[in-house]
């Protein structure tokens, strides 16, 4: 059966870029503390957007903005 899937929109690859830059973090430390391995990281920050993911990434994704962006952008 097809996996669940969810949009990456531009507006979330800028907010990673954004918490990446501000503390300095490696895609490794994202990888490890968003829960994904180092491929799928290094698509999520470098392909274009929106592009399709896999819920499960999404969810964590989510979850790690959430914990990290206190300011909501638009």
Known sequence: ??????????Q??????????I?????NDLASEIGV????MSK???D???MAVQ?????RLEHWLNTNVTAKQD
């Open 1 to 10: 059966e097809p996996t669940e899937m969810e949009i990456f929109t531009p």
């Open 12 to 21: 979330q690859q800028r907010k990673v870029l954004t918490v990446k830059g």
């Open 23 to 27: 503390n300095h973090l490696t895609r």
């Open 37 to 40: 391995s180092l491929p799928t």
């Open 44 to 46: 999520l920050i470098n």
């Open 48 to 50: 274009p957007t929106p």
């Open 55 to 59: 819920s499960s990434v999404y969810q």
